[in-house]
């Protein structure tokens, strides 16, 4: 099964409202990144959350970390329709040198 | 300057051809990842470049998968006697160094096989 577990599957919302995804991991590791992508082509990084760390904002981005409870959340606020696209939440294991993606939410934002 | 380069965008093949799928890195990055990508699916691992060491091909699903790369530059990944459930987006990513680091993605090749 996938390191990374993505929850919701698919969220709809309106323009202006705020978008939570989370991600749940199984194992140890380093640091979780969130990535986007759009139209299923390449990924965009998004942002890095480092274990020792809880929380860190970037724009309209609050990502948070529970190493405790092995999980992870992006929250969009404001959300725009051009924020409509995937989110994948992606993970080390450990310290891998490799990532490995959950399967992603899939968002959107209806203007 | 230049992102991730792939080639080609789309590429629709017969089955049991074999197929070539190229890819830019970013000039400096070091290590280069491939992965497969099925309709509404995550990303699934390939293989993983890094320097001049062996590459860590634990994830590619048959033998008729093989991938090489060239220095720090071009890598190709080729499958050989395609089936239909080899149909997907290919994704390569690059990174400065390996490990916990930022991956940055090509806009992958989207293979149909027919």
């Known amino acids: 099964s996938q390191q990374g577990e993505e929850d919701p599957q698919a969220l709809s919302i309106q323009e202006g409202e705020n978008a939570t995804m989370n991600c749940s991991y199984k194992t140890s590791i380093n640091n979780l990144q969130w990535y986007r992508q759009n139209s299923g082509r390449g990924l965009v990084h998004l942002i890095l959350?480092?274990?020792?760390?809880r929380e860190k904002h970037s724009g309209r981005l609050r990502v948070t970390l529970d190493t405790s409870k092995k999980s992870s959340s992006l929250l969009i606020t404001a959300s725009r329709a051009a924020d409509t696209a995937s989110y994948f939440c992606a993970t080390d294991l450990g310290g891998s040198e490799k990532l490995v993606f959950g399967k992603g939410t899939k968002l959107t934002v209806n203007p | 300057g230049a992102g991730v380069s792939q080639s080609p965008s789309n590429k629709v093949t017969e089955k049991g051809k074999d197929v070539e799928l190229r890819c830019d890195p970013i000039s400096g990055h070091t290590a280069l990842y491939w992965y497969r990508q099925r309709l509404g699916q995550g990303l699934e691992f390939l293989i993983y470049f890094q320097g001049n060491s062996a590459p860590d091909k634990s994830g590619l699903p048959s033998d008729r998968f093989s991938a090489e790369r060239t220095g720090e530059s071009v890598s190709t990944l080729t499958i050989q006697r395609t089936q239909q459930e080899d149909s997907a987006v290919y994704l390569c990513?690059?990174?400065?160094?390996?490990?916990?680091?930022?991956?940055?993605f090509g806009p992958g090749t989207r293979l149909t096989v027919t």
């Open positions: 990513a690059s990174s400065l160094v390996p490990g916990s680091y930022e991956q940055y």
């Open positions: 959350i480092r274990s020792n760390e």
